[in-house]
């Protein structure tokens, strides 16, 4: 029996297939879509899930209770629980100078602030209330002064003599004599100013 080399030599070579053939078999596989295989699926990015909103926090009930509000109760009677005479009188000194500028009267806002007028305000949140146009409280190491920030007060504060803080923040004086009571008029009164035109200004 012939074997398979013997048979393949008998029958002579194998015919070239002509350029033609070879061209439109190329063409027809190039024509047929691949199926993507299954590492290609793999590959394919995945939409990310939609971002959950946040959810409002309420307000803890600590918070939520807490308001300063005109209580009613004597400015005279407060000033007099001050510790000593030399602040007590720069407390006297302080309603006289700003009731001068404010044209009202004090009145007394939570436990220790004395206030002048009001100024109501509401937020974007919807969230409202009131609180003193300006004011101060006598405190162990200083007087905190309740006074809105304005163009042109950092020059003024440069001016006024011993203190801290006064922008977005409280001004502090340690003693009425430190300061120059004139400077710090306008002071109050460039704050005032302000909250006029930003909220409604009322007597309180």
């Not at 006024?160 to 803080?165: A, C, D, E, V």
Request: some cysteine.
């Amino acid at each position: 029996m012939a074997t398979k080399r013997e048979a393949l030599a008998a029958t002579g070579p194998k015919k070239a297939r002509s350029p033609k053939a070879a061209a439109k078999k190329t063409a027809l596989k190039k024509s047929v879509p691949k199926e993507p295989g299954k590492s290609a699926l793999k590959k394919s990015p995945k939409k990310p899930a939609p971002a959950k909103p946040a959810p409002n926090k309420p307000a803890s009930k600590k918070s939520a209770g807490i308001r300063t509000t005109v209580t009613g109760a004597s400015v005279d009677a407060f000033i007099a629980t001050v510790d000593s005479d030399s602040r007590r009188a720069d407390a006297q000194a302080l309603v006289k100078l700003f009731e001068q500028v404010s044209g009202w009267p004090p009145k007394m806002w939570g436990p220790a602030i004395i206030g002048f007028g009001a100024y109501h305000y509401t937020y974007e949140s919807g969230h409202s209330g009131s609180i003193c146009a300006l004011g101060f409280s006598p405190r162990k190491a200083n007087f905190a002064i309740y006074v809105a920030d304005f163009p042109g007060k950092e020059a003024l504060l440069a001016k006024l003599g011993k203190h801290k803080g006064g922008i977005r923040q409280c001004l502090y004086i340690t003693r009425v004599v430190d300061v120059d009571t004139g400077v710090l008029s306008q002071i109050l009164a460039g704050g005032l100013a302000q909250l006029k035109k930003m909220w409604p200004v009322t007597a309180a």
